[in-house]
């Protein structure tokens, strides 16, 4: 029996309505031992805080910052045209868990970990991503279509595949790695544990996957 036998994966687009009523309704309905969330400690705390970071904090910050920044301000932007703030589904598991007294478990790796290693990508990845972040503050003209999800992260994929595996595919893993920790924990105080976890739509197959493809370790003892 493996890790997502205990597991519900939720996958969320992150400035989707949706998706935040999406989040609270399977916390309510699961009523799980432990909610894990793609967040990491620092960004977690950030969801509360009032504070936001200016251009000049990210100047300070160098390449790092301002790659933060930038990232930070298109989520903000699709945020507008979607009619939800960024980060407000991760926020509503958030809440509600705490109303319920369910343990959170931000299980995502530290983000300046992940911009980081963005920032070591292939200069042909790096010239096409910053041509792809300018133009997306320039004013549009007429009706833009949104192509589906799954397409734009095939697109994606495709066009940038080392910033795909940084972003995608190692993240998938620290995040189901983590997951497979709070099980394994779980597992020693009660046969049969549940965890909700609120995870981007880019990583649900992905983390889905993984944990299908492990069983916890107790589980693995007995059938030796």
Known sequence: MSYLRYVKVVGTMHVSPKSREEVVRTI??????????????GRMAS???ERSVGLGDALKLGPKGLLAYFLQKIEEE?????GMRPGEEMKAAV????SLGIPIYPVDQ???TTISKMLKAPTREKILMVLEILSFFLPL???????????LVLRFK???????????????????KNIMAIVDDLLRKKEKPKVVAVVGLGH??????????HKPRRLTSISK
């Open 95 to 98: 809440e509600v868990a705490l």
């Open 158 to 176: 495709t066009r940038y595949p080392y910033l795909y595996r940084v972003l995608v595919d190692e993240r998938n893993e620290v995040i189901a």
């Open 110 to 112: 530290p983000l300046w």
């Open 28 to 41: 309510l309905a699961e009523r799980p031992d432990a909610v894990a969330v793609e967040l990491d400690p």
């Open 78 to 82: 699709l945020g507008e045209d979607f």
């Open 47 to 49: 969801l509360f805080s």
């Open 204 to 213: 649900k197959a992905g983390v889905e996957r993984i944990l299908n493809a």
């Open 141 to 151: 003209s007429g009706e833009v279509e949104v192509d589906d999800y799954r397409t």
